[in-house]
């Protein structure tokens, strides 16, 4: 093996575990818009289970970052993507990028991506299709289900919004959260991180932090 191809090796292997959490979050997403279509017309059962792997009280993310230095928190000179059809903005630094084409695909109507070079790290948001009018609830616990016990959910908040913080023991190492929030009309929010470096774990965090609905 030569230089070139040793050094390409690492890349490529990030790449392919980044490749691996978004077809597992499409994979869901396509199962639970199958679900909504064949359910679409039923009545959404009362006695479904409970989710028990649901960690209390609620956590903030605000307080996650409330010991950092007022510095590092500042994000008055960040930039703002704010999306008028769904209702949303989202602050991140200035010599971070966006990929706002929104493009969608099967269970899911829209997807940004804010990142960061050259080492990828990257802020995504994805609007699901909730044609059943699921509440927050009832989406992680279907989420759960369709995992088979390898889904874990902790409830926290965002700018006042209840949320889930989930996590899998089929991500990678590089998976920095994984949020599921909805807004007051039930449209349901994916917010994942990817850390490409260890320096922007704080950054990806304070992106979160400033999710927020504008509805």
Do not use: C
Not at 169 to 195: C, G, H, Q, R
Request: glycine share 4%.
């Amino acid at each position: 093996m030569n230089q070139k191809q040793t050094e390409l090796k690492p890349l490529r292997a990030s790449v392919a575990k980044k490749i691996l959490v978004v077809a597992i979050i499409v994979f869901v997403g396509v199962l639970l818009g199958v679900a909504g279509y064949l359910a679409k017309n039923k009545p959404v059962k009362t006695s479904q289970p409970q989710v028990s792997t649901v960690t209390e009280p609620t956590k903030s993310v605000e307080d996650e970052t409330a010991d950092l230095p007022s510095k590092a928190l500042a994000t008055e000179d960040w930039k703002t993507y704010r999306n008028e059809k769904y209702e949303f903005e989202v602050k991140y630094p200035i010599s971070w990028q966006n990929d706002a084409n929104n493009s969608a695909s099967v269970g899911i109507d829209t997807r940004i991506r804010i990142f960061n070079l050259p080492v990828w790290s990257s802020f995504e948001i994805m609007k699901n299709n909730n044609d059943r009018k699921l509440t927050l609830d009832e989406w992680v616990r279907e989420l759960i289900i369709i995992a088979k016990g390898e889904l874990s959910a902790e409830v926290i908040t965002i700018n006042g919004f209840k949320a889930y913080k989930l996590k899998s023991e089929l991500e990678p190492s590089n998976t920095l959260f994984y949020v599921v929030i909805t807004d007051k009309n039930n449209k349901i929010f994916t917010l994942y991180a990817y850390s490409g470096d260890a320096d922007d774990n704080k950054t990806l965090e304070q992106i979160l932090s400033t999710f927020k609905f504008i509805n």
